[in-house]
């Protein structure tokens, strides 16, 4: 059974920091890039970070580069999301992502990030 499970969310003032992780279970995690979507209140789901399958390479929202980083944690079958210098607009539902292409795409069910003073 395929089960990603976020954890680390929850409410933080402006200019804090929050680490997201994202526990992956029942399929092959060193062998699927993942992802963290984020979605806000009345907006579409938006891909905040992307890092390949062995971590040799991420891509980045423009809104989160030099603030927030991505890592994984292939041996622990873990994907992790440092977010520092938090803004009010980061609040949203984060989303753990696991993709390969021609294969499967799977989701976890969220954890809410919360920042206001």
């Known amino acids: 059974q395929v089960q990603l499970v976020e954890s680390g969310g929850g409410l933080v003032q402006p200019g804090g920091s929050l680490r997201l992780s994202c526990a992956a279970s029942?399929?092959?995690?060193?062998?699927?890039?993942m992802n963290w979507y984020r979605q806000a209140p009345g907006k579409a789901r938006e891909l905040v970070v992307g890092i390949t399958s062995a971590g040799g390479r991420t891509n980045y929202a423009d809104s989160v580069k030099g603030r927030f980083t991505i890592s994984r944690d292939n041996a622990k079958n873990t994907l992790y999301l440092q977010m520092n210098s938090l803004k009010p607009d980061d609040t949203a539902v984060y989303y753990c992502?696991?993709?390969?292409?021609?294969?499967?795409?799977?989701w976890g069910q969220g954890t809410q990030v919360t920042v206001s003073s």
């Open positions: 992502n696991a993709y390969r292409s021609g294969v499967a795409v799977y």
């Open positions: 029942g399929f092959t995690f060193s062998l699927y890039a």
